[in-house]
């Protein structure tokens, strides 16, 4: 079941994002200080306690929050975009992202939305992979992930109507 998340989720969240993003970044950014010693569960829990925070963040829960995903829409240009999604690696492979997915693209659906954007990691092919198989393409726009000389290359994805 894919629901938003709620603050009793914070600990889970935090402990997806910190593992898959250590084990997804860690040979791309070659920076064991950032992926051992900055990239933090409690440090990663206490942002999502800020005010807004879980505001477009939602889980897959089917009795254990297995992953999770954070979006933005913007009805009004009938724009969305995916800002973060992760699986725990335990459950990498079983279906859990593209539900995620699934769930998303079918919202972004029901409110209009024409158009959605989302920044992936340049070598972060298995993520690129994924992307692609949702129909999402490259944009042609790419930028250095903030603080480092990583590349992201914009993906985006036209809804058709109706």
Same mark, same amino acid.
Do not use: C, H
């Given at each position: #079941? @894919?629901?938003k998340?709620? =603050? ?7 402990? !997806? ?5 250590? &084990? ?7 920076? %064991?200080? /950032?992926?051992?010693?900055? *990239?933090?569960? !409690? ?6 306690t800020?005010? $807004? ?8 829960? %089917?009795? @254990?929050?297995?992953? #999770? ?5 913007d009805?009004?240009?009938? &724009? ?7 699986? %725990?690696? +335990?459950?990498a492979?079983? $279906?859990? /992202?593209?539900?995620? #997915? ?12 024409r =158009?959605? =954007? ?9 993520a ?7 129909? +999402?393409?490259?944009? $042609? &726009? ?5 603080? =480092? ?6 993906? +985006? *994805?036209? !809804?058709?109507? /109706?």
């Amino acid at each position: #079941m @894919i629901r938003k998340a709620t =603050t009793s989720d914070i600990p889970r969240i935090a402990e !997806i994002l910190v593992f898959t993003k250590r &084990t997804a970044y860690r040979d791309i950014f070659k920076d %064991d200080k /950032g992926t051992f010693n900055e *990239l933090q569960v !409690i440090s990663t829990a206490d942002e999502l306690t800020e005010p $807004g925070a879980l505001e477009g963040v939602s889980v897959y829960d %089917d009795g @254990i929050v297995k992953g #999770m995903m954070n979006t933005a829409f913007d009805e009004k240009a009938a &724009t969305a975009e995916l800002k973060e999604l992760y699986t %725990d690696s +335990f459950f990498a492979g079983r $279906g859990v /992202g593209s539900a995620l #997915m699934r769930n998303f693209l079918e919202e972004a659906r029901q409110r209009g939305i024409r =158009t959605i =954007t989302l920044w992936v990691l340049k070598e972060n092919a298995k993520a690129i992979a994924f992307y692609e198989k949702f129909g +999402f393409s490259p944009k $042609g &726009t790419e930028r250095f992930a903030q603080g =480092t000389k990583v590349s992201e290359v914009e993906y +985006f *994805l036209n !809804i058709p109507l /109706g």
